[in-house]
């Protein structure tokens, strides 16, 4: 079954930095990548996704996220952090099974 | 805007006691999943729906836990009976097309068993 691997239960960033959160995936076959953030109390909202193509995708809110096959990682990336970007993202993975699965989750806090 | 409807958006109920959760996908989307929210497993697979089919169910405690989809519009939930370990919050989502579609999640329906 695929799987989605988040290693960094917490990531801390001043604002105005860049900020990285990292995803490593397993799957059969090609893989279906995509990023969800979550605020407190409230559902989760998508960001972006990686169906094929170029590797390097853009989202919502300025955020990216880089897709590398060799190192099955996709990243999320924002070049330029800003407090209110401080949430819960999960990084989720789809393969040929149609289900969706997700990682654990990481928390970022961007700090003024 | 469309949206993923949930209900009750909070429920307390003693151990023993039936739950029933329902929501309302967004409409035109062909799969439906629940999913459920802990700290201590976060994100797990329930169940979910293809044009309203039950695919996978894996997830689901099969003994207490049961999913359904009486038409297009609306999907359930069902826990009887209820233990404290079911505390959680639930949510619904939905998606349209193939595999590269995404999920569209509902608010959440934080469940406390008492």
């Known amino acids: 079954a695929q799987s989605v691997a988040q290693p960094e239960d917490q990531v801390n960033v001043a604002e105005g930095n860049p900020l990285t959160v990292k995803c490593t995936y397993s799957v059969s076959g090609n893989p279906y990548l995509f990023w969800y953030v979550q605020y407190p109390n409230r559902g989760l909202q998508f960001l972006l996704k990686y169906i094929t193509g170029d590797n390097l995708v853009k989202g919502s809110y300025g955020f990216e996220a880089e897709f590398n096959k060799s190192q099955t990682s996709f990243h999320l990336k924002k070049p330029s952090a800003l407090v209110s970007d401080s949430a819960l993202y999960f990084c989720a993975v789809r393969d040929f099974s149609n289900d969706m699965r997700f990682g654990a989750g990481t928390r970022l806090t961007v700090k003024p | 805007d469309a949206r993923v409807t949930q209900t009750p958006r909070h429920k307390v109920t003693e151990m023993g006691q039936e739950v029933t959760m329902r929501c309302q996908p967004i409409l035109g989307h062909n799969t439906v999943f629940w999913y459920r929210q802990t700290m201590m497993q976060g994100l797990e697979l329930l169940a979910y729906?293809?044009?309203?089919?039950?695919?996978?169910d894996s997830g689901m405690p099969k003994d207490r836990f049961s999913a359904e989809m009486p038409d297009a519009t609306l999907a359930t939930l069902k826990i009887q009976p209820s233990e404290p370990r079911d505390s959680a919050v639930y949510f619904c989502a939905s998606g349209q097309g193939g595999l590269g579609g995404e999920l569209f999640f509902g608010e959440g329906s934080r469940l406390t068993v008492l």
């Open positions: 729906f293809r044009n309203r089919a039950p695919l996978d």
